[in-house]
């Protein structure tokens, strides 16, 4: 029956994410049909002339196009994050952010606005913010001699990212209240509206880079969801793996969060959704969560920027939607979430 759940599971995430493709680039205050979407993309990968109007290849190509990537790949980032983490520090609480890796990109961004630097500065304060804050948790946690190495962990990234928002709290008192203010707000919402073609190459590079580690180490990632002792005793190098693991999570993380902002929830709803479709074996765990958080953030991204005449932050829909939606998949896996 296992290799039927995973296929029919299998192909229920992929379906979610056509349907996030085709909607976004469908839907919108300039609607695509789904034959010139076709039409555009053929003919953008074979050289044929499409026909179709310059009005809606400009669509396709340089509005909806990088949004759509920017949505895949940073769902997909959190998604795969999510399900590492939860995965290695055997928690189903447990977030892409657990570490500090949001609170130190939002410090990160915040000190870039307030000190007026462009578009492509903030992304890579953001970036290095979330990289930094990682280094500095399993820095201290490292230091920390306690029994148990993943509670201290955990711990440390609670703490130091209370800090760390304390920190974001701080930059926003000092900063202009009418130009830098709403900047800061905005963007510790998340949004991906001002994606271009240019911030692509940023986001994918390390998200690949990141899920590639992460799915060549599945097989070692189920061994590790086991207790400490088990772990290391089928001869895994549990320190050097975990180090593996929170670096390829965490640069997922940070490149998703420099492109878009916070997004919270995908990285915790979207695991436990692929692990309720085709179990707690991490290699069909991370490929499921990657298709299933891509499209599921094409689908709140699309709503997000058609629900009114003005265009509601990721952040608000995902914690509006992830929330219910998280109680339903509690109430539905009373098997446990392993």
Same mark, same amino acid.
């Given at each position: 029956m296992q290799p039927l759940r995973s296929l029919g599971g299998g192909a229920v995430a992929a379906s979610v994410l056509v349907l996030g493709i085709v909607v976004a680039f469908a839907v919108g205050r300039f609607p695509v049909s789904l034959a010139d979407i076709v039409v555009a993309l053929w003919s953008r990968a074979t050289g044929v002339p499409s026909g179709l109007s310059p009005a809606v290849e400009a669509v396709v190509f340089q509005i909806r196009g990088?949004?759509? *990537? #920017?949505?895949?790949?940073? $769902?997909? #980032? &959190?998604?795969? %994050?999510?399900?590492?983490?939860?995965? /290695?520090?055997?928690?189903? /609480?447990?977030?892409?952010? +657990?570490?500090?890796?949001?609170?130190?990109? #939002? *410090?990160g961004a915040v000190l870039a606005i307030l000190l007026s630097f462009g578009i492509?500065?903030?992304?890579?304060?953001?970036?290095a913010g979330g990289l930094l804050a990682v280094a500095a948790v399993y820095a201290v946690g490292s230091t920390i001699r306690s029994g148990d190495p993943i509670l201290t962990l955990v711990l440390t990234g609670v703490v130091l990212g209370s800090l760390l928002g304390a920190g974001v709290g701080l930059v926003k008192v000092l900063a202009d209240p009418?130009?830098?203010?709403? %900047?800061?707000?905005?963007? &510790? &919402? !998340?949004?991906?509206? #001002?994606t271009s073609p240019a911030d692509l190459v940023p986001l994918i590079a390390p998200v690949v880079l990141g899920a590639l580690v992460l799915i060549a180490l599945r097989w070692r990632m189920n061994a590790l969801s086991l207790p400490e002792e088990e772990a290391r005793a089928l001869g895994l190098p549990t320190g050097l793996l975990r180090v593996a693991i929170i670096? %390829? $999570?965490t640069l997922t993380t940070a490149a998703s969060v420099a492109a878009a902002g916070i997004i919270g929830w995908v990285g915790?709803?979207?695991?436990?959704?692929?692990?309720? /479709?085709? $179990?707690?074996?991490?290699?069909?765990?991370?490929?499921?969560s990657a298709l299933l958080g891509g499209?599921?953030?094409? *689908? +709140?991204?699309?709503?997000?920027?058609?629900?009114?005449?003005?265009?509601v932050p990721l952040g608000i829909l995902t914690a509006v939607i992830g929330t219910p939606f998280f109680i339903w998949l509690l109430a539905s896996s009373? !098997?446990?979430?392993?």
């Amino acid at each position: 029956m296992q290799p039927l759940r995973s296929l029919g599971g299998g192909a229920v995430a992929a379906s979610v994410l056509v349907l996030g493709i085709v909607v976004a680039f469908a839907v919108g205050r300039f609607p695509v049909s789904l034959a010139d979407i076709v039409v555009a993309l053929w003919s953008r990968a074979t050289g044929v002339p499409s026909g179709l109007s310059p009005a809606v290849e400009a669509v396709v190509f340089q509005i909806r196009g990088p949004r759509v *990537l #920017a949505a895949l790949a940073c $769902g997909a #980032a &959190l998604a795969v %994050a999510g399900a590492a983490f939860q995965g /290695l520090f055997r928690n189903p /609480l447990v977030s892409p952010d +657990i570490l500090g890796a949001s609170s130190g990109a #939002a *410090l990160g961004a915040v000190l870039a606005i307030l000190l007026s630097f462009g578009i492509f500065g903030i992304q890579a304060a953001a970036f290095a913010g979330g990289l930094l804050a990682v280094a500095a948790v399993y820095a201290v946690g490292s230091t920390i001699r306690s029994g148990d190495p993943i509670l201290t962990l955990v711990l440390t990234g609670v703490v130091l990212g209370s800090l760390l928002g304390a920190g974001v709290g701080l930059v926003k008192v000092l900063a202009d209240p009418y130009n830098q203010l709403p %900047a800061m707000t905005f963007w &510790l &919402l !998340g949004s991906l509206s #001002a994606t271009s073609p240019a911030d692509l190459v940023p986001l994918i590079a390390p998200v690949v880079l990141g899920a590639l580690v992460l799915i060549a180490l599945r097989w070692r990632m189920n061994a590790l969801s086991l207790p400490e002792e088990e772990a290391r005793a089928l001869g895994l190098p549990t320190g050097l793996l975990r180090v593996a693991i929170i670096a %390829a $999570g965490t640069l997922t993380t940070a490149a998703s969060v420099a492109a878009a902002g916070i997004i919270g929830w995908v990285g915790l709803v979207v695991p436990h959704l692929a692990r309720f /479709l085709v $179990g707690p074996d991490f290699g069909r765990l991370i490929p499921a969560s990657a298709l299933l958080g891509g499209g599921y953030l094409l *689908l +709140i991204d699309t709503l997000a920027r058609t629900l009114g005449p003005v265009e509601v932050p990721l952040g608000i829909l995902t914690a509006v939607i992830g929330t219910p939606f998280f109680i339903w998949l509690l109430a539905s896996s009373r !098997g446990g979430w392993s």
